[in-house]
T-cell receptor, first 112, second 116 residues
Framework: QKEVEQNSGPLSVPEGAIASLNCTYS??????FFWYRQYSGKSPELIMF????GDKEDGRFTAQLNKASQYVSLLIRDSQPSDSATYLC????????????FGSGTRLQVQP | DTGVSQNPRHKITKRGQNVTFRCDPI?????LYWYRQTLGQGPEFLTY????????KSRLLSDRFSAERPKGSFSTLEIQRTEQGDSAMYLC??????????????FGPGTRLTVL
């Protein structure tokens, strides 16, 4: 079973800066990763997914996957106070399985 | 609202009682998942249905837990003889048909269970 690890934070960045969130995983066979945003007391919201090595951009968000280093990251450009939340990284529990395993999340604080 | 819905949103019960939660997935999604989340942790997988078939169960799912999806639409999760350690947020997610590697899961608002 794959393990996904994240730094719990908090990661504090000033408004307008780039926030960089990182995740490492144990399974070299992993093909897909998901980033969820979770506000306090709410459920996780899917914000990005990436299925291949390299970068994927969507608005202010960029997901980066480096399979050789077993590393996936999420960049948030022009950070806003409304981006303050916990960001969860997730991937399939095992190759071919649909159940996801989640990291414990990184708390991001964007200072106005 | 066409998202995943869950009921009830909150449930307070006494230890030893049975509770049942309901999840209605996004209408065109044939896959449905249950997760459990405790404070400071990411969601932990409990079980997965494809249509009405329960295809995966976590070892976290003790025999006090049972889940059903009888017609391949909504699902129920029942916990019998609740214990204080069952207190958590129970999350339901659904995903559309597709290959295993492309598996975007969309979560409902969750049911927060408190066992006294």
């Amino acid at each position: 079973q794959k393990e996904v690890e994240q730094n719990s934070g908090p990661l504090s960045v000033p408004e307008g800066a780039i926030a960089s969130l990182n995740c490492t995983y144990s399974d070299r066979g992993s093909q897909s990763f998901f980033w969820y945003r979770q506000y306090s007391g709410k459920s996780p919201e899917l914000i990005m997914f990436i299925y291949s090595n390299g970068d994927k951009e969507d608005g202010r968000f960029t997901a980066q996957l480096n399979k050789a280093s077993q590393y996936v990251s999420l960049l948030i450009r022009d950070s806003q106070p409304s981006d303050s939340a916990t960001y969860l990284c997730a991937g399939p529990m095992d190759t071919g399985r649909r159940a996801l395993t989640f990291g414990s999340g990184t708390r991001l604080q964007v200072q106005p | 609202d066409t998202g995943v819905s869950q009921n009830p949103r909150h449930k307070i019960t006494k230890r030893g009682q049975n509770v049942t939660f309901r999840c209605d997935p996004i209408s065109e999604h044939n896959r449905l998942y249950w997760y459990r989340q405790t404070l400071g942790q990411g969601p932990e997988f409990l079980t997965y249905f494809q249509n009405e078939a329960q295809l995966e169960k976590s070892r976290l799912l003790s025999d006090r837990f049972s889940a059903e999806r009888p017609k391949g639409s909504f699902s129920t999760l029942e916990i019998q003889r609740t214990e204080q350690g069952d207190s958590a947020m129970y999350l339901c997610a659904s995903s559309p048909p597709g290959v295993a590697g492309q598996n975007e899961q969309f979560f409902g608002p969750g049911t927060r269970l408190t066992v006294l």
